[in-house]
């Protein structure tokens, strides 16, 4: 009886730490942590440091985290169906049955409003409305076109640089966009927003034999890993490098912190050049982690240099 009551006990301790794990891998944590990341950095670079109200900072932060974690809730239930078609997304919470779909909706509501709520109470009205505006259109519209074809890149590169906005927004709690007081904002959105590009074509290149059984078409050309696209890839690259100099023309950061900027993109450029030659699935994911590691070597680059 003592041996059936320990199994038990075992058995259910086992289902409840795979119920836990499943929550957090819903959160998609290396995506919440980046965006949180890029929306802390231009709250920061807004802020005078010497006065900065280190509590609204890390409340910020941590509503920034739960929104993006619904967002991405709101993804997985919407395309549960098609991560069972995928070999990298099979595993995930709602195809694998860890978790059903009425549990990962009802997270992702508690997420969302727990996260607006604190930008509405602790920081200011303007960043819960563009944080709603971000879930939405991150959830709601860039996800059910995926399947429609590269447009969806262009409509999800809003949502992944809207951060850089709202951390902005947060300081100044100006909502007029073409304010003198937000250009800033808009030149760190500008930033982020043409990285998008570069950084979702090469994870649509990496899974691009997934992505075609799902029906996802997410490269630029004919949804095929090929040479057009690597070219495409590389040319929006070498536009980011221009735009990652304008916080420099417009006198928010230092010479030292452009050229960093600029340097940093360069050697991305490189990975994209070696893409063009390549065309392999090695050199996309050279490019994917290249993308990773730009961000926050540009934007802590920026944040140090600020003027």
Do not use: C
């Amino acid at each position: 009886m003592l041996v059936g009551n320990l199994e038990k006990e075992e058995y259910r301790e086992k289902t409840y730490m795979v119920k836990v794990k499943s929550y957090i891998q819903l959160l998609k944590m290396r995506l919440s942590l980046l965006v949180a990341f890029s929306a802390a950095i231009s709250y920061l670079f807004k802020s005078n440091l010497e006065t900065i109200a280190w509590v609204d900072f890390i409340l910020f932060t941590i509503a920034g985290f739960l929104v993006t974690g619904s967002a991405n809730i709101i993804n997985q239930v919407i395309e549960r169906k098609l991560d069972l078609m995928m070999n990298r997304t099979k595993e995930r919470p709602l195809p694998s049955g860890n978790l059903s779909v009425v549990e990962a909706v009802i997270f992702s509501v508690l997420l969302g409003i727990i996260g607006l709520m604190i930008h509405y109470y602790a920081i200011n009205w303007v960043t819960a409305l563009w944080s709603f505006i971000s879930l939405i259109l991150y959830g709601f519209v860039y996800t059910p076109l995926k399947r429609v074809g590269s447009i969806a890149v262009f409509v999800g590169a809003f949502p992944g640089a809207l951060p850089l906005l709202i951390g902005w927004l947060a300081v100044t709690g100006e909502p007029n966009l073409l304010a003198p007081i937000n250009y800033g904002g808009l030149v760190l959105f500008t930033v982020q927003f043409m990285w998008q590009f570069p950084h979702f074509w090469a994870i649509a290149w990496v899974g691009d034999e997934d992505y075609q059984k799902a029906g996802f078409g997410l490269l630029p050309i004919h949804s095929e890993a090929t040479r057009s696209n690597a070219l495409i890839i590389a040319i929006y690259t070498f536009f980011l490098i221009l735009v990652s100099a304008l916080p420099y023309y417009v006198k928010m950061v230092s010479l030292t912190s452009t050229i960093v900027a600029v340097v940093t993109g360069i050697l991305f450029f490189g990975q994209t050049i070696y893409l063009i030659k390549e065309q392999t699935r090695k050199a996309a994911l050279m490019v994917m982690f290249g993308s990773f590691i730009y961000i926050p070597v540009v934007f802590i680059g920026y944040l140090v240099g600020k003027i």
